[in-house]
């Protein structure tokens, strides 16, 4: 339901202005039960041409191999033959959400519903579909990845497609359009100062770094989440809680809470990808002591408490 | 026309999946089965976990109701703690949570309810073509309208809780982000133009007008607005009359507050508020592909029977209050919480009944939501820290715009060892007991008139669709 928040346009005005034609969807469309049946049978049979199949939600192959768990009401066959089916007649196949693309929170835990995405479970390709298949275009499947998903992801994912311009250079490696994906959350975080001084939030609520103590692992998450914002001017660390990197494989079970950070011997483990441990380590000890109070205070205040000091210009 | 068995699916314009067996005699519902095709295991997932990982797990069971599972967490967490949210923090949750409910009967009015109207079964009715125009399904100008407006009201969650759905953003001691005067201004420019929406489309009038109704014959004179257009049709289709209930209704009370929830809990049996007797409530497995037995959530399990034998016919658990089905939503809280119109629908308990609690509940937030902003003072203090215990039990019970939710959690050595969901729709889209019983939903369907022609029965769509249900928090 996140896409409804599409705005500037509307999520309607966006599908029909790019001459998209939804054939159903679960919460718009008018048609129900014998009526999308009907339509089924018309793009199994291939009468009605597919361009593009969004899967919403993960998919369930137990109990027992059999995807009993979940069966498209009213048909008496599993979501799993139906995605089967479906997925060979498309274009483009789209997983839209983590739980569709990787399997995601509805795999958690002991997974007691076999859950898998459409085409990975977990990191691993091969899901609902197998590693090897290709819809129509020659693509593998398109993981919009996000717990949940951006609106904008989704309908630029689908534009994008409609005019011929995602291909797979396009994909990263987990399938996601890159688009969003090549940018971090960390990326125009207002929490970046504290960042460079690891001037850190020791509870939820304050407003230094979280990714010392509080498990924030937006240098390591993919997302725009930052420079877009959400929902007008949001972001999960913007509003004071931790980024759970939920855009990327097997993110529903870290491990460790959500909430803190791994430690090992003092120092957080998983510290940013691309960057030599020792510098990392170098650079935050100095940074840690050149901190100014401002900084310092407000890391650990529930508002701004110090504001920066005025300079007058020079005459 | 003689018997014949209708099994209508896939059922859409309601969140999730619903499948309804339907026995058909005469023009008429004999015998109603609803079936929860979908099995998830959010309960078993939690086990074993860190207790504070319920509120990032729980919120995901719904993309929809996604901070009413937030704010059961977070009150299921605070009780085992034996604390409460401070008050400034308390006041931010109700704000985020009476928004979302708000954003979900808008989105149920417009989106999933009334575009059966504009279907090709009612063309040469006086109001077809208005349906149309305004209606039909991924088109129509009061939908639209109404998407527009819901997105810019859910700013307020963006601003307060970082995104929607799926914040983090409430916590057992209160709320992650302390909002500023500028903050709380912005809120209340969301909240103004919110009410633009609602008084210029969905009432077309002030929406002290619309609360000032005191009676079902009062409101069937409204003719304003969207909510006008739909008592027109409403009137026409006999709707009044329509998918009735047995009159039980149960509400948790909603938005907790110091001196008690802005929108009081009870029950309403045989015309009259009682006290919820929570130690009565229990799911009954007997129709579930579930084993095990009957039980209280603080004693229950969720054990799938991947065998799916019969007489089940639903992963659906059938929850029952002392051994009786209860109603639950926004008809449900509004007669308990007293409003007079909603106190004199209670008895017709139909869909008109529901879609009038609906339109009602929603004037009636938006006051609550512009009443909770002037009273936040920026200066206080929204959070607490609160340690979880290593053992303990908690309960978080509210009101989700479907009705009732509660979470039961017990916590062992530090994990969780239990942890128990109840949702609105468990309750309404429940399957028989084991007396029998159907649950109501399958009651209200009994009656509904079948055409010889139809499939899938345009009265059965709206007396399902007038409850609103969350398929996907039903089989968490």
Known sequence: MSLLCAESPGVLDLLEGAGLELLWHPALSAATGGEVRALLAQVESGALPLDILCVEGSILRGPNGTGRFQMLSGTGRSMLDWVTSLAAKARHVVAVGTCATYGGVTSAGENPADAVGVQYEGVEMGGALSRDFRSGSGMPVINVAGCPTHPDWVTETLLLLASDQLDQAGLDGYGRPRFYADHLVHHACPKNEFYEYKASATNLSEGGCMMEHLGCVGTQAVGDCNIRTWNGEGSCTRAGYPCINCTAPEFEEPGHGFTETPKFAGIPVGLPTDMPKAWFMALASLSKAATP??????????????????RKPKS | MSERNLLVGPFNRVEGDLELRLEVDAGQVRAAYANSPLFRGFERMMIGKDPRDALTITPRICGICSISQSAAAAIALADAAGVRPTPEGEKVAALLHAVENLADHVTHFNLFFMPDFAKPGYAGRDWFDAAVARFTAGKGSSLRRAIDARAQLLHIVGLLGGKWPHTLAIQPGGVTRAPSARDLIRIGTSLRAFRRYLEEQLFGAPLEAFLSLGTGDQAANWTTGDAGFFMTIAADLDLQALG????????FGAYPMRDGPLFAPGLWRDGARHDIDHAAIAEDLSH???????????????????????????????????????????????ILDGHPLALSLAEEGSVRARILGRLLEIARSQLVLEELLSSINPAGKFMDQVTIPHDGTGVGLVEAARGSLGHWLRIEDGKIASYQIIAPTTWNFSPRDSAGIPGPVEGSLVGAAVGDDEDTPLSVQHIVRSYDPCMVCTVH
């Open chain 1, 293 to 310: 109070r401002r900084v310092r205070e407000n890391a650990v205040a529930d508002r701004l408490v110090v504001p920066p000091s005025l």
């Open chain 2, 244 to 251: 009735r209930g047995r009159g039980r209704y149960m509400s």
């Open chain 2, 288 to 334: 579930a592909w579930m084993l095990g037995e009957t039980a209280h959530p603080t004693r229950a399990e969720t054990l799938p029977d991947a065998a799916m034998s019969g007489p089940a016919y639903s992963w659906c658990k059938a929850p029952r209050l002392a051994g009786e089905t209860v109603e639950v939503g926004a008809l449900a809280r509004q």
